[in-house]
């Protein structure tokens, strides 16, 4: 949480030494008294973006340092940066911001030792979170007041968290496991089910000649060509017997042909028996 916060030559500030109590502290003025602004300065103080405008008009340097007491997460992180920690087990924010002819500088510092814009960004999702207007929608989100009613339970609720989300964690594999085996095990009933059905219709279907399949493909092929069939065999009628042109067919071809010969037989019966052998033939 946030100690304590001083702010020296920032916006419309002259010099501000703020000291926050634990539990919820509030800050109540009237519009333009500067409540804004000690938000402003807090985010500054974190790494926020400034400009020259933070400056107080007249002065060439703002000053904002801030005060947040630590817990162990935020010890052992600040340990592996090489940041040590001071004697009342807290952490010193400032920033430096100082204004030239054509930028500004700015410099920042944790427990006095320099650092730069990407650490502050990593120290600053541990140390505060900053909502604006319009951001109470948090607290209808389950997750997040779960978040925070266990933030007030210390190093044992984190790790007891942790032991619950690693079983968790377990289960829900267990449980996709679970569910795997059984649409596994549906889908093989099923399948189970489909088998047996066919084999009682297959069985029921009393096939016992060896070529059975081959006539069905026959039978289906013809029964695809029905149509084609039927045409077909129309034509081969119209040829031997009737022609819708009126021209001759091949009953009348073979009749004349046959008129022909018995007309030849009358001069020569000799030698046309042959031929009259073979259209008796193919009467």
């Not at 920032?10 to 010099?15: E, N, P, Q, S």
């Not at 630590?70 to 430096?96: G, K, M, Y």
């Not at 029905?226 to 081969?236: A, I």
């Amino acid at each position: 949480m946030l100690l304590s916060l001083f702010i020296e030559n920032f916006a419309l500030i002259d010099k501000l030494d703020l000291e926050f109590g634990a539990g919820l502290n509030v800050l109540t003025g009237e519009t333009g008294a500067g409540k804004s602004i000690i938000l402003d300065a807090i985010d500054a103080v974190l790494g926020g973006k400034v400009s020259s405008r933070v400056i107080r008009t007249g002065s060439k340097r703002a000053m904002i340092e801030g005060t947040f007491t630590s817990n162990s997460a935020l010890a052992a992180w600040l340990t592996e940066q090489e940041i040590d920690l001071l004697d009342e087990n807290s952490v010193v924010v400032s920033r430096e911001v100082t204004a030239t002819d054509r930028s500004v500088r700015s410099r920042s510092r944790v427990n006095g030792v320099l650092v730069n814009r990407q650490f502050m960004n990593n120290l600053r999702e541990r140390l505060v979170e900053i909502t604006a207007q319009g951001q109470n929608a948090l607290v209808g989100q389950s997750t997040q007041v779960r978040n925070w009613l266990d933030s007030y339970g210390g190093d044992g609720i984190t790790k007891q968290r942790s032991v619950v989300s690693a079983a968790f964690s377990r289960y829900h594999e267990a449980h996709l496991l679970l569910e795997r085996r059984r649409t596994s095990e549906r889908e093989r009933l099923q399948k189970l089910d489909l088998l047996t059905y066919q084999a009682k219709e297959l069985g029921e279907a009393n096939l016992n000649e060896p070529n059975e399949l081959e006539k069905l493909l026959q039978e289906q092929e013809r029964l695809n060509h029905v149509v084609e069939l039927q045409q077909m065999s129309y034509k081969v009628y119209e040829d031997l017997y009737q022609s819708d042109g009126g021209g001759s067919t091949a009953t009348d071809l073979l009749g004349n042909s046959e008129a022909t010969l018995m007309n030849m037989v009358e001069f020569d019966t000799e030698e046309h028996k042959p031929h009259l052998e073979i259209n008796r033939y193919a009467k």
